[in-house]
């Protein structure tokens, strides 16, 4: 029988830095119920001081360890988005170096593109499904590794101040997690589908009860007429976020058309 593993995780306050947000542990808890009415076994909700690197990263792992081909992982974050330097010069979009690895902010440390792309993707058997739903500021290609090139502040990305002094005072920690990982070459045999709340170089908003990608995301699919792919599902949502920001879908590892066009949340 086919498994569907779901892990939410919402950070409304960090140690890391960025002022505090309202929506975020709110946006885990509805991503959940999303995945409890589509029968994801195993749901689980992390938030704020919970959501520590270790705990998340372990908790892929596991899933990883559990799934086989044909079964699916569904992972969403909400809070703040940033970057680090990139060291490894792979941050390359039609010839253009942005110089930076996109992150998410977890309450300890932040989580880079390259270390889902080479140290949590590849973990996956083949055939497994991975959909992430990433409502953070940069997040379009996150769980990857190719961005964009423009970098503003906005309600959920961290100051350009408490970025610097975070990645000062933690220097040892990124260069072992994130800026030694070329070195690891181990392929994605996993189809990954990441939908982000707007493009590397752009923020998104937070909001109460829900941010709002989230708000608007839950009201495409709690709608008279749901999408009927995760393709249909991100147009929906740039149609309604037109004015503010562009989600993004960005197909990682193992190329699967079918997967994309699945109805959104589906196990089988």
């Known amino acids: 029988m086919t498994k569907g593993i779901s892990l939410h995780v919402g950070v409304n306050s960090t140690s890391v830095g960025g002022t505090s947000l309202v929506g975020c542990v709110n946006d885990a808890t509805e991503m959940a119920l999303i995945a409890q009415k589509h029968n994801f076994e195993g749901r689980e909700v992390i938030a704020d001081c919970k959501a520590t690197f270790s705990h998340v990263t372990d908790k892929i792992k596991e899933a990883a360890t559990q799934l086989g081909p044909g079964d699916i992982f569904f992972f969403t974050f909400s809070g703040h988005g ?14 253009v170096d942005d110089d930076r690895d996109e992150t998410l902010v977890l309450f300890d440390f932040m ?17 497994v499904r991975i959909l992430m739903i990433a409502d953070s500021c940069h997040s379009g290609t996150v769980a990857s590794i190719v961005a964009s090139t423009e970098s503003q502040e906005g309600t959920k990305a961290l100051s350009d101040a408490d970025r610097i002094e975070h990645l000062a005072n933690n220097r040892e920690f990124y260069k072992h997690n994130c800026n030694k990982l070329k070195q690891l070459d181990k392929p994605i045999g996993a189809s990954v589908v990441q939908i982000g709340a707007c493009e590397d170089n752009d923020t998104t908003a937070d909001g109460s009860p829900n941010s709002a990608f989230t708000k608007q995301l839950l009201d495409v ?3 008279a007429t749901p999408p009927g792919s ?3 599902l991100v147009a929906d949502l740039v149609t309604l976020m037109a004015n503010t920001q562009v ?8 190329k699967d058309p ?7 949340f589906t196990i089988k």
């Open 258 to 264: 079918a997967f994309e066009a699945q109805a959104p």
């Open 221 to 223: 699919v709690r709608g």
């Open 230 to 232: 995760y393709t249909q």
């Open 82 to 95: 940033s970057f680090i330097p990139d060291e490894d010069d792979d941050e390359v979009e039609d010839g």
């Open 111 to 127: 989580i880079c593109d390259d270390y889902f792309a080479r140290e949590l993707w590849p973990r996956f058997a083949p055939g």
């Open 247 to 254: 989600p993004q879908l960005t197909p990682v590892g193992v």
